[in-house]
């Protein structure tokens, strides 16, 4: 059962344009929610996050939107760069309803290319 | 401030051995969380421990194990590894409820 969905594998945007990854997920007891940036052999770097008090947190070139409606997330980097070029992750957890769980669950990823 | 430490890096075991991980985490961070990626099934959460205290599991046997000590690193064991241990483990520390979780660079292990 995928509760967090990237759906897209992959997604090729052009140098200084902008780049829309989306995520959705399914559970309804998530209530943050964060982008992750992973290059091969390292491990994940945090970009930005939001809490579902929130539907939009901005940090520089990184911005995400939350619809908990549609139960949909999605990070919007403008303008790209090259250096941008890595797999994103988003993840999700319930943190404030259970207890102080700090369990994140990831989507599959969406490996980006920033084409020059 | 130094990043969140793993050791070692690369870790090459066989069949039926066991192996244990260990995790560094930010100064001040008190929740360390381990977790197993693998092409196929992506980014697993393991475990957490908060206090040397273990807060939640996942969906994993229990071949895996986890520990915490009081200055807050971690080690997680695989007892009797199988093939499908081959992976690369992550671990991530945050100081508590709600906060950031900053991963390490991971530990790889290659099971023959």
Not at chain 1, 80 to 102: E, I, K, L, T
Request: hydrophobic fraction near 30%.
């Amino acid at each position: 059962d995928q509760q967090v969905k990237q759906n897209s594998p992959s997604l090729s945007v052009q140098e200084g344009r902008i780049s829309i990854l989306n995520c959705d997920y399914t559970n309804s007891m998530f209530d943050y929610f964060l982008w992750y940036k992973k290059y091969p052999a390292e491990g994940p770097t945090f970009l930005i996050s939001i809490s579902s008090i929130k539907d939009k947190n901005e940090d520089g070139r990184f911005t995400v939107f939350l619809n908990k409606s549609a139960k949909h997330l999605s990070l919007h980097i403008v303008p790209s760069q090259p250096g941008d070029s890595a797999v994103y992750f988003c993840a999700a957890s319930a943190v404030f309803r259970s207890q102080g769980a700090q369990k994140l669950v990831f989507g599959q990823g969406t490996r980006l290319t920033i084409n020059p | 401030k130094a990043g969140v430490t793993q050791t070692p890096r690369y870790l090459i075991k066989t069949r039926g051995q066991q192996v244990t991980l260990s995790c560094s985490p930010i100064s001040g961070h008190r929740s360390v969380s381990w977790y197993q990626q693998t092409p196929g099934q992506g980014l697993q959460f393991l475990f957490e421990y908060f206090s040397e205290t273990q807060r939640n599991k996942g969906n994993f046997p229990g071949r895996f194990s986890g520990r915490q000590f009081s200055n807050s690193r971690s080690e997680m064991n695989v007892s009797t590894l199988e093939l499908g241990d081959s992976a690369l483990y992550l671990c991530a520390s945050s100081r508590g409820r709600g906060e950031t979780q900053y991963f390490g660079p991971g530990t790889r292990l290659l099971v023959l």
